[in-house]
């Protein structure tokens, strides 16, 4: 069985940053596309970046590039989300996903896997 545990969250001044991990098990995770979703207080989950399996190839939201940076690495089956720059609209909690499918993708649908999620408060 795969599992995704998500840690780094907390709060942070705005302007601040924070590093978020997420760890897989269960499965070779070199084999995954992961991606990061978050989800607002009453609102829909939205994604936020996606890194293919040897990290080269990436996607990002409109809200997280130039602010927002993912990385992996495959030896420690650990992805990572740079926030930098952090605003109060960045507040949410934030879901690690992996997908068995070929390629990065903003699409929810294609996540097979999910994690419990880290919350990330940012305050103004």
């Known amino acids: 069985q795969v599992q995704l545990v998500e840690s780094g969250g907390g709060l942070v001044q705005a302007g601040g940053s924070l590093r978020l991990s997420c760890v897989v098990s269960?499965?070779?995770?070199?084999?995954?596309?992961m991606g990061w979703f978050r989800q607002a207080s009453g609102k829909e989950r939205e994604f936020v970046g996606s890194i293919n399996w040897s990290g080269r190839v990436t996607k990002y939201a409109n809200s997280a590039k130039e602010r927002f940076a993912i990385s992996r690495g495959n030896d420690r089956n650990t992805v990572y989300l740079q926030m930098n720059s952090l605003k109060p609209e960045d507040t949410a909690v934030y879901y690690c996903?992996?997908?068995?499918?070929?390629?990065?993708?903003?699409?929810?649908?294609?996540?097979?896997?999910w994690g419990q999620g880290t919350q990330v408060t940012v305050s103004s």
């Open positions: 996903a992996g997908r068995t499918g070929v390629g990065v993708t903003d699409q929810r649908r294609e996540y097979d896997y």
């Open positions: 269960g499965r070779t995770f070199s084999n995954y596309v």
